[in-house]
């Protein structure tokens, strides 16, 4: 099934940049399925309400991809509310960080945290993607704190794998600024003046990230096999996740 934009947000209300994986064409003329993969910002002031919404959307995992200080200090809604597995999975790799801007200001932008992710953190990576092989028969939550950074990371590594166009995958990534309109205020909080264009999911840094990643390791099926996962892991990843 084919989903526009406003067809792959969820009709949650407290938490921004909740939305489908699901919807998108791949190279061969299929779809990324739908209830799989659903890619948030930090569910920690979640309600009831849309927790019970999340829940019967076929939430049964949830991936933090949070720092241990953010998980702590804004613990997950989601955690321990009935049958839902949580997985705590630092991508900076245990780096003690409060927000990605302020621990990584001597970037010159969000691409180069991006290349910093996947030169760095491969073994996290690798324990990402094993623990959505866990839950093949489920739909899978996973989230940073915008939902921007780390969980744009994750969300284009599994879109290239499936064979969506990079177009596609940038115009993903690109959403997430205005997606994240409601708690833009609270986000400029986290970052010095001069850095404010870490806030942005500008369309150039998925671009540059993207570039990086084919010019060193030809595809992204390739990198993630230099992460540690094997071809028949990978398959059934793409197996589960086009339809």
Do not use: W
């Not at 953190?121 to 990402?128: A, F, L, N």
């Not at 290239?160 to 909080?189: M, R, T």
């Not at 060193?216 to 892991?233: N, P, V």
């Amino acid at each position: 099934m084919e989903l526009n934009r406003q067809k792959r947000l969820l009709d949650i209300q407290t938490v921004t940049n909740t939305r489908e994986l699901g919807g998108y064409k791949t190279k061969d003329g299929k779809n990324t399925r739908v209830k799989c993969y659903v890619r948030s910002a930090s569910p920690s002031t979640i309600s009831k309400e849309d927790i019970d919404y999340l829940y019967n959307y076929g939430i049964r995992a949830q991936i933090d991809l949070r720092s241990e200080y953010e998980s702590n200090h804004a613990p997950s809604g989601l955690k321990d509310y009935k049958d839902i597995a949580y997985y705590h999975i630092d991508l900076f790799d245990g780096a003690n960080m409060i927000d990605i801007p302020n621990a990584l200001d001597s970037y010159d932008d969000l691409s180069d945290i991006y290349i910093y992710i996947i030169e760095e953190c491969k073994e996290k990576i690798k324990e990402v993607f094993l623990t959505l092989l866990k839950h093949k028969k489920d739909t899978v939550f996973f989230n940073c704190s915008a939902g921007k950074d780390r969980t744009g990371v994750i969300s284009s590594l599994l879109l290239g794998l499936v064979g969506c166009s990079d177009e596609d995958i940038i115009q993903d990534y690109s959403e997430s600024y205005e997606n994240n309109q409601p708690i833009i205020n609270e986000l400029k909080k986290t970052v010095n003046e001069e850095r404010k264009d870490f806030l942005y999911s500008e369309p150039e840094y998925m671009v540059k990230f993207l570039r990086y990643l084919k010019e060193i390791y030809g595809s992204i099926r390739e990198l993630l096999l230099q992460c540690g996962l094997t071809t028949d892991q990978l398959d059934e990843i793409i197996s589960h996740f086009k339809e």
